[in-house]
């Protein structure tokens, strides 16, 4: 059996990039971690280290062994937490990373309904955009993800997926509302627009579509805040794109409007649950992905208006 304390200390060198910063996460000396991956080369026959720039990085071996070493850590907690379960010890810990989007709807109901079923559950709540998010995931420090417009991933795995049209979000008497068919990107040219940072998929998508149709998109405000945008948009200052969903109260108190867009792909705009494709999810956390799953209105259904609501 592969030494498990080389195999911790190879993740972390992959980690953070040097040894150095490794044994100081670690708490341990630079040269015991020399010694310990120097070792488990040794063991295998090939090296798992390679120097690259200013620091080391893991070869492809060294990928294999620390993949190999998060599969033992993923299948042991969910063994570990099933046994919990069946001795009816309602304990661990559940951690997600959500987009600011989703927050509103996770808070409203069903987190309280899971801690409340669930109180020697610990959760940890991450704010993160669309590529922090994956990464999380990816990096094994969070166990779920809710997720706006991602690409298709073959390393994600998706519990549960609803059609959540990107619209674009304006002030109730706003002249674009008085249009007969779906807004277009060059009817924006006279408008203040807002619009996400780079790396959320609200804003990807929206420069997906804008490459397509050749258009630049000068926007008067950037900015990696959903608050901000609706404020933006309620006061009257312009306009932006959002799913329906995360303005619904503000529409159903008359402050915003959702008007569709004409593209196909922003009407095919997809919110996800997704873990690590391959990670076994401790028992805590695949129940609070079905808590999530029924107590969030994106997930419950299809966005209102393509229910006809």
Not at 274 to 303: H, P
Request: proline content about 6%; aromatic content about 4%.
């Amino acid at each position: 059996m592969l030494n498990q304390r080389a195999l911790a200390y190879l993740n972390e060198v992959a980690r953070r990039g040097s040894l150095r910063r490794a044994a100081a996460a670690l708490d341990v000396d630079a040269s015991a971690v020399s010694r310990q991956i120097k070792a488990l080369e040794a063991e295998v026959g090939v090296p798992l280290c390679e120097r690259q720039g200013g620091g080391m990085q893991a070869t492809e071996a060294g990928r294999l062994l620390i993949r190999h070493f998060h599969a033992q850590r993923s299948a042991e907690e969910a063994v570990l937490s099933e046994v919990a379960a069946l001795e009816n010890l309602a304990r661990g810990e559940v951690r997600i990373a959500v987009g600011e989007g989703f927050i509103g709807d996770l808070i409203a109901a069903p987190l309280d309904a899971f801690m409340s079923g669930f109180p020697g559950v610990h959760l940890d709540v991450r704010m993160a955009g669309f590529n922090e998010a994956v990464s999380l995931l990816k990096e094994m420090e969070v166990d779920l993800a809710l997720l706006y417009a991602p690409p298709v991933d073959p390393q994600l795995r998706c519990h549960v997926e609803t059609r959540q049209p990107l619209d674009l979000i304006v002030p109730p008497e706003h002249p674009l509302a008085a249009l007969a068919r779906p807004v277009e990107l060059h009817d924006l040219a006279q408008w203040p627009l807002a619009l996400m940072d780079n790396p959320f998929g609200m804003r990807q998508m929206v420069n997906m579509v804008a490459h397509q149709e050749r258009l630049h998109l000068d926007a008067r405000l950037h900015t990696n805040s959903v608050a901000v945008l609706k404020n933006f948009v309620r006061s009257g200052i312009g306009v932006t794109f959002m799913p329906e969903l995360t303005v619904a109260d503000e529409i159903a108190r008359g402050e915003i409007r959702a008007l569709p867009m004409a593209y196909p792909i922003m009407n095919d705009a997809r919110a996800q649950i997704v873990s690590l494709e391959g990670r076994d999810l401790t028992v805590a956390a695949t129940t609070c992905a079905e808590y999530l799953r029924k107590g969030m209105r994106f997930f419950q259904n299809d966005a209102p208006r393509l229910q006809g609501v």
